[in-house]
Nanobody
């Protein structure tokens, strides 16, 4: 079974930085896509950034120029460098991955348990 484990959340002042990590463990063949989502109480989960195994990235307009997503495919790990953080970035951040368990299988979707990011003075 594949597991995604996030780390790196916490409390930071406005204008500060945090780096989130997501490590995928378990037997798998490849991870075509990994992404970060976030959710606040009463709101739908929204895409923050995603990255394909080919290096193509996608960002929500609200974080462009401030957040950077990256991957270490050899370690099945993804990162989110968050700079110039704003109070409105406060949310639970979730790791998501589309995973191929075998070369012949369809993609399976997995979620991490989430990590809290709070931006406040």
């Amino acid at each position: 079974q594949v597991q995604l484990v996030e780390s790196g959340g916490g409390l930071v002042q406005p204008g500060g930085s945090l780096r989130l990590s997501c490590a995928a463990s378990g037997r798998l063949y490849s991870i075509p896509t990994m992404g970060w989502y976030r959710q606040t109480p009463g709101e739908q989960r929204e895409l923050v950034a995603s990255s394909g195994s080919d290096g193509i990235t996608n960002y929500a307009d609200s974080v462009k120029g401030r957040f950077t997503i990256s991957r270490d495919n050899a370690k099945n790990t993804m990162y989110l460098q968050m700079n110039s953080l704003k109070p409105e970035d406060t949310a639970v951040y979730y790791c998501n991955a589309e995973v191929k368990l075998h070369w012949y299988s369809a993609n399976n979707n997995y979620w991490g348990h989430g990590t809290q990011v709070t931006v406040s003075s």
